[in-house]
């Protein structure tokens, strides 16, 4: 162990790096590329060895801005720097792999070491994948989930909470920004904490974020949410669940996994901080939605309202048709776009409904609609334009323009568009696909890219009829997309006659 001055680097960083001269390095037998151990007085973080020759004299560390924060310090304050040694929880997760099964003091063993910095990359991917190939059980995923709450913050609005939230991965599915208005314009609590995207090329946070402000302290959260009524920020920035932001940034989001017992956990988990009373849980089902059949589907809606159950938390699970987009835009401005419509009383029907269903859910279990009628209650709400004028006050007070209309809305300068090779009905649209070429266009980092779906399944088009348009903001992936979306073939169409058999025909 050895004490090291800081020095603040002026750079950024995605990995937690630390910047060391050759010569501090051979004093402290430390390799290029090991994992070291960096204490203050307050704090301590794990870092990956940079060696330098130059850029940092003998007896410092250079650490950026964010890691600095992390060690609650200040550049020219000594810090503790050691060779790290592998957690004990390890041996649990190895355990696991094995085929036992996780106790209570074993994953709250593992979520601290992993909340405090103490595993790599490598040994992160290694505890997801576990959930990812083993599974876990209900107790198991009860505690992961109590667990991850214990090691952030939580929130008390002193009144009952309502939430509505999606297991996500179809794309398109922009409905938040619909249904949180709605419901906070009858006056109900309905502070959204979102995520960014994970399966899918916009997640709620993402879009969200196009027309204002999502980045809140929990202190802001508390004081602004009950004067509005809702709001939709996100969670990440709040600490409430720091385990689950960890994971999706360091292993799911590279990996493009996201293990089920890891998402009841994440969703659960942060229910529970923000005081989550009533939830309306929207899972989508279909070919290339993560619930691809109805039996699991409903089997997850089991486990969701059984989770709910034992953590104090009335569940009102939602299967929903996810065999293709939902309405017609894809990507971050496209679906805010898209959303102000629907709140206007336009855009996609499939929108619209979805969110009048969901929103009327939470009116039933409100008690401010009886059994069946919740639906229209919503609708009256947006025809009425209190829908609107509440998502005005949301965008006022998360610091966006109230005012913005749909065509303000800023999308991709570069477009492209991809037509019809022939006449016929489209009997398929492929989630995947979709993905796919919105991913290239530059989903989710580039807000401005995205695609816009003209035709959509059922219905006819005719050959050189627009099937979408691609829009990105680089020239670059743009081409990329639609060389992708070429290839891929998205778009299934057939006429009336699906396939002819004849005698000689081999089936």
Not at 64 to 87: C, F, G, H, N, W
Not at 381 to 396: C, D, F, P, R, S
Request: aromatic letters at 6%.
């Amino acid at each position: 162990m050895s004490y090291l001055k800081i020095q603040k680097l002026n750079i950024k960083i995605e990995r937690s790096l630390a910047i060391i001269n050759a010569k501090t390095l051979e004093k402290l037998s430390v390799q290029h590329s090991a994992k070291v151990k960096i204490k203050s007085d307050s704090s301590e973080i794990l870092c990956e060895v940079i060696s330098t020759d130059d850029l940092i004299e003998p007896g410092f560390i250079g650490l950026a801005e964010e890691q600095i924060d992390k060690l609650q310090s200040k550049e020219a304050k000594k810090v503790k720097v050691y060779t790290r040694r592998r957690p004990a929880s390890l041996e649990f997760i190895k355990q696991k792999q094995a085929g036992s099964v996780w106790t209570e003091s074993q994953l709250r063993s593992i979520v601290s070491d992993i909340t405090v910095g103490q595993y790599t990359d490598l040994e992160l991917s290694m505890f997801t994948l576990a959930q990812y190939y083993k599974g876990l059980n209900m107790d198991e995923i009860q505690y992961l989930t109590q667990s991850m709450v214990e090691f952030g913050i939580t929130l008390d609005f002193g009144e009952p909470v309502y939430d509505k939230h999606s297991i996500g991965g179809i794309p398109g599915n922009k409905i938040s920004l619909v249904i949180v208005p709605t419901v906070a314009a009858a006056g109900l609590l309905i502070p959204k904490t979102s995520s960014r995207a994970i399966t899918s090329p916009s997640g709620t946070a993402d879009t969200m974020e196009v027309l204002c402000d999502v980045n809140f302290s929990a202190d802001e959260m508390l004081e602004i949410a009950p004067k509005v009524r809702g709001m939709l920020v996100w969670g990440g920035k709040l600490d409430l669940s720091p385990l689950d932001d960890i994971v999706i940034h360091r292993v799911e989001q590279p990996l493009g996994i996201d293990p089920h017992s890891q998402m009841l956990a994440s969703i659960f988990s942060k229910k529970v901080s923000t005081g989550v009373d009533h939830m309306v849980l929207d899972i989508p089902t279909g070919e290339g939605s993560k619930m691809p059949t109805r039996a699991g589907a409903i089997q997850y809606a089991q486990e969701s309202t059984e989770l709910g159950r034992r953590l104090g938390i009335h569940i009102e699970a939602a299967l929903s048709y996810g065999e293709q987009p939902l309405g017609k835009a894809v990507g971050p401005a496209l679906e805010a776009k898209e959303a102000l419509e629907v709140l206007l009383g336009k855009g996609p029907t499939s929108v619209l409904e979805k969110s009048n269903e969901l929103t009327g859910i939470l009116f039933e279990m409100a008690g401010l609609a009886p059994a069946g009628q919740g639906a229209a209650l919503a609708a009256d709400y947006i025809v009425k334009g209190k829908a609107k004028a509440k998502m005005e006050e949301i965008l006022a007070v998360q610091g966006g323009n109230p005012n913005i209309t749909p065509e303000e809305v800023e999308i991709g300068q570069y477009t492209a568009d991809i037509l019809a090779t022939r006449d016929g009905y489209i009997v398929k649209l492929s989630n995947v696909g979709i993905k796919k070429v919105a991913y290239a266009a530059g989903t989710p980092n580039h807000k401005k890219a995205g695609v816009y779906l003209h035709k959509k399944g059922g219905d006819f088009c005719k050959k050189d009829e627009k099937l979408m348009t691609i829009y990105s903001d680089s020239e670059g992936r743009l081409t990329e997309a639609v060389n992708l979306a070429v290839n891929l073939s998205p778009y299934v169409l057939e006429g009336m006659i699906i396939k002819r058999i004849s005698s000689g025909t081999k089936v």
